[in-house]
């Protein structure tokens, strides 16, 4: 099994998404070991109480900088062996020290199709109001292995979501929530816990993937 830990700020629902997949046995050989939040009032600590998670508050508030924040989180990755770290709606940019420790065994996910509207300052609803703006007719999410780029790792996963006519940040934001994120961001967890993720440069080869005649 591996030992996995997610790491939140707010709400929790692609946290919700992996707890889900992982009751219905869409993620085997999958531990979830932890949920560290930054935020101590954040409701995915709830929803990891009421999944039988263990959680653990590393409260970004305490501490003086990025450094000693991203330092103190990799200490207790460390502490509680994890092999697999998830960004689920985690607000922070991990720092030099811990994503070397864990090049291509730290898993994020994009609310767009990267390499469209990521990077710095490309969070939340400036996403998808970004991509309204810009007149795209399809967004989507990106699954990537983090690495010290902002939303500049390998791509795992990718799954596109149709833009409406009559789209606003708000509701294209929950459809892509709802279409994209909760679907590709427990299934890329799943496929590197079977072992089935080969990284190649900037290309991720997923290992036994079968393609229609033809494509």
């Known amino acids: 099994m591996v030992r996995t830990a997610i790491l939140v700020s707010g709400g929790g629902t692609n946290l919700q998404a992996i707890i889900d997949a992982h009751i219905f046995g869409e993620v085997p050989n999958c531990e979830l070991t932890a949920v560290i939040s930054s935020n101590p009032n954040a409701y995915a600590l709830t929803r990891a109480e009421h999944a039988g998670i263990p959680t653990y508050i590393i409260d970004r508030a305490s501490f003086h900088n ?84 902002v939303d500049a790792g390998p791509i795992i996963l990718q799954k596109t979501v149709r833009v409406r006519e009559d789209d606003t940040p708000k509701s294209l934001q929950r459809r892509v929530m709802e279409e994209a994120e909760w679907k590709i961001l427990p299934e ?14 900037r290309t991720v080869k997923i290992l036994g993937e079968v393609y229609p005649d033809g494509d």
Do not use: Q, W
Request: hydrophobic share 45%; with cysteine.
């Open 66 to 149: 990025r450094e000693s924040f991203s330092d103190a989180i990799h200490k207790k990755l460390d502490h509680l062996k994890i092999e697999l770290v998830v960004l689920a709606g985690f607000m922070y940019v991990l720092e030099p020290p811990l994503v070397k420790a864990y090049t291509n065994r730290i898993i994020n996910i994009h609310p767009a199709l990267i390499p469209s509207f990521c990077g710095l300052g490309f969070y939340g609803l400036r996403v998808h109001e970004a991509a309204l703006e810009y007149g795209v007719k399809i967004s989507g999410a990106t699954a990537i292995f983090v690495t010290n780029g």
């Open 188 to 201: 890329a967890i799943a496929l590197y816990c079977a072992e089935r993720l080969r990284v190649e440069g």
